[in-house]
């Protein structure tokens, strides 16, 4: 089965979907840029259909979600003798011993300077060092870049800082919590056209997501071990009676008049019809299993991979992603998620296994694309509500702003740190308190450089993403 080209006229449709999600919520905030002017302006790049995306061969991204507010100050270490002091008097008892950190290459932004990663995440350091993965500096929500002194003034700063539904939202979607898209969604709005099945556009393998929410395209999600049915269609045991699973199966076919039964007949009949598309081709997919145990220094051993419920969430993305030819998908956007990282305590107690379980279930998937040839097609980045603070509260560390995560795949250009790792102290340009750092690069950048990656072109990344005509360049990632 094959897709359709993507074509100009296609991308003027996906265009005016676009503006109609932004119309219909507003409250994506922008500075220098009020929303009139800003449509008016999409408007008129809607004309340029010279740029529309870019749609042959196959491409996916991917989200791993780390709900809580991941504490990164600990991924990746300032080494040499002055950053690692710095580090280590801001952190006190939550700073990693410098005999359990694994020096890195360093080229990039960050050159000259010398970092390491704990010993947990050694599989996630190997490919970086393979060139498989590269390391996003001090990134986190902001409306425009703004300095410490306009951070203290109130002015540029995002809506509901440090709130954790509020935050969420904004790394997934730009805007507070109540907000109706994502900008993968609004991504999956503009690319579902090249996909022969559009509902498979964004996939979620953890429930719903804001950040996989369109104006047209709706998530489509998944248990870890495939499509969730309909409860009692087609069952031959509903409380005794051999004939009642036949029978609802009848009615959500069955013409109504009523409103409300013909809209739930018709959803009813889309999810049966995309799970019958998606069981028929999964069936002849088979793709590697998830091995052994997480490992820890030492060679202790952890929670059964396999048993997992990220790597097992990663394992259901890469049976979808084999299917992409059965299925005629062009573009997907995908999202998983593993939970406990707000670390307000036992942060040293708990944090190793959670370095570990990620960075195990990473090398996991990244081999399994490898062993599949789907390498380069595929793009995996981490993200988390917030950083967190440098400074303990004696036990963990609290909500924070900018922090480090992790780009991953074959075409990702790697063994780099992208953007400006920032003085891990207190005190410094970037710390607006306690260690809070203030991000030197947006999400709305990083999403800029992983949405040109999928084909997007600049008209169109400014409709997934308001805010990027207040920014510079993104990071160069591919």
Same mark, same amino acid.
């Given at each position: 089965? &094959? ?34 002017? +800003? ?15 870019? &749609? ?13 507010? +991941? ?86 700063? %995002?809506?509901?800082? #440090? ?41 979620? *393998? ?54 409300? =039964? ?26 590697? *299993? ?6 820890? %220094? ?42 406990? #990282? ?13 370095? *570990?379980?990620?960075? =195990? ?9 490898? +062993? ?49 790792? %920032? ?27 992983? *949405? ?8 169109? =990344? ?17």
């Amino acid at each position: 089965m &094959t897709s359709k080209p993507y074509r100009a006229d296609a991308s003027r449709r996906s265009f005016l979907r676009a503006v109609s999600g932004l119309a219909a919520s507003a409250a994506i905030p922008q500075r220098g840029l009020p929303l009139v002017s +800003s449509l008016a302006s999409l408007a008129a790049l809607a004309s340029q259909s010279s740029q529309a995306a870019t &749609t042959t061969g196959y491409k996916a991204i991917v989200c791993l979600y780390m709900n809580g507010g +991941s504490d990164t100050h600990n991924w990746v270490v300032p080494t040499d003798a002055s950053g690692y002091a710095e580090y280590a008097g801001a952190r006190g008892e939550l700073a990693w011993a410098a005999n359990r950190l694994q020096g890195i290459t360093v080229t990039g932004q960050a050159s000259g300077r010398s970092f390491g990663m704990p010993l947990e995440l050694a599989s996630l350091r190997d490919l970086y060092e393979a060139g498989q993965a590269a390391i996003v500096a001090n990134v986190g929500p902001l409306v425009r870049p703004i300095t410490k002194a306009e951070y203290t003034a109130g002015t540029g700063v %995002p809506a509901k800082l #440090f709130s954790h539904n509020d935050q969420a939202s904004t790394w997934q979607s730009l805007a507070p919590e109540g907000a109706r898209s994502g900008w993968g969604g609004r991504m999956g709005d503009i690319l579902m056209s090249a996909n022969a099945h559009p509902v498979f556009t964004t996939v979620s *393998a953890s429930g719903n997501a804001v950040f996989l929410s369109g104006s047209n395209v709706s998530q489509y999600q998944v248990g870890v071990e495939g499509p969730v049915s309909a409860n009692a269609v087609g069952s031959t045991g509903i409380f005794g009676s051999t004939s009642a699973g036949g029978a609802l199966q009848r009615a959500y076919a069955a013409t109504a008049t009523d409103r409300l =039964q013909m809209e739930y007949s018709r959803v009813m009949q889309r999810s049966l019809s995309a799970n019958a598309a998606l069981q028929g081709a999964l069936s002849g997919v088979n793709v590697p *299993a998830i091995p052994g145990t997480v490992i820890l %220094p030492g060679n202790a051993t952890g929670t059964t991979l396999d048993k997992l419920s990220l790597a097992r969430q990663l394992r259901m993305v890469l049976q979808i992603i084999a299917a992409n030819q059965a299925l005629g998908m062009q573009r997907q956007v995908f999202m998983v998620q593993m939970g406990g #990282f707000d670390t307000h305590a036992h942060q040293m107690r708990d944090q190793p296994t959670q370095m *570990a379980q990620v960075a =195990q279930s990473i090398s996991y998937f990244m081999s399994a694309l490898n +062993s599949m040839g789907l390498q380069n097609n595929i793009t995996l980045f981490t993200a988390s509500d917030f950083g967190r603070t440098l400074q303990s509260n004696g036990d963990g560390s609290d909500h924070g702003w900018g922090s480090h995560h992790f780009v991953t795949g074959g075409a990702v250009k790697g063994k780099r740190i992208v953007g400006n790792f %920032p003085i891990t102290g207190l005190g410094t340009d970037t710390d607006v308190g306690s260690g809070r750092l203030l991000p030197t690069l947006g999400v709305t950048q990083l999403a800029s450089s992983l *949405a040109g990656w999928m084909g997007l072109s600049v008209a169109e =990344q400014q409709l997934v993403l308001p805010t990027l005509p207040n920014f510079s360049a993104g990071p160069v990632l591919f």
